[in-house]
């Protein structure tokens, strides 16, 4: 009976605190991430840290690529929604402009939802450009903004074969 006791005990329980390191990169990875993703946009490599490698893991997850994917198609509803007086503090994306790039949010769209390998800088350079309230998105600028930004983005995604 003992020696069963023995045999299961140090199997089953794992003491706490002693997680595998890659566990901890990424519950760290999803912390970091407002400091990892621009330095992966602007180019640092996913293997500079096992933290940079978690975070590209993640982005480039088919999770991730869903929820992007979903994110643009949002986008284009939004802009193409009749204001109305009460919506809420929600910054509503300029319809000039997201017209202006529907070929780019669609190919977009289509390649995240596809099963091609995407690059962790290029997703992390949409996600800037979908989350900043003053970006091409949201601002009346140069109304080919967001259509350059999609295709800088675009050039990024693609992985060379």
Do not use: K, N
Not at 86 to 109: K, W, Y
């Amino acid at each position: 009976m003992r020696t069963i006791e023995v045999l299961h005990r140090p199997a089953l329980a794992r003491p706490r605190g002693r997680e595998p390191r890659h566990q901890v990169a990424r519950l760290t990875a999803r912390f970091l991430s407002p400091w990892l993703d621009p330095q992966l946009a602007a180019g640092v490599p996913p293997w500079r840290s096992p933290r940079h490698a978690a975070r590209a893991l993640q982005l480039t997850s088919d999770r991730d690529r869903r929820a992007l994917a979903r994110s643009l198609e949002r986008l284009l509803e939004d802009a193409e929604r009749i204001p109305t007086p009460f919506r809420g503090a929600a910054i509503r994306p300029c319809r000039g402009q997201v017209r202006h790039a529907l070929a780019e949010i669609m190919a977009i769209s289509a390649l995240l939802r596809s099963a091609q390998p995407v690059d962790a800088r290029g997703v992390a350079m949409l996600r800037a450009v979908l989350s900043d309230g003053g970006g091409p998105c949201y601002v009346r600028s140069d109304p080919a903004a967001l259509s350059g930004a999609l295709q800088e983005v675009s050039r990024w995604l693609r992985v060379a074969s």
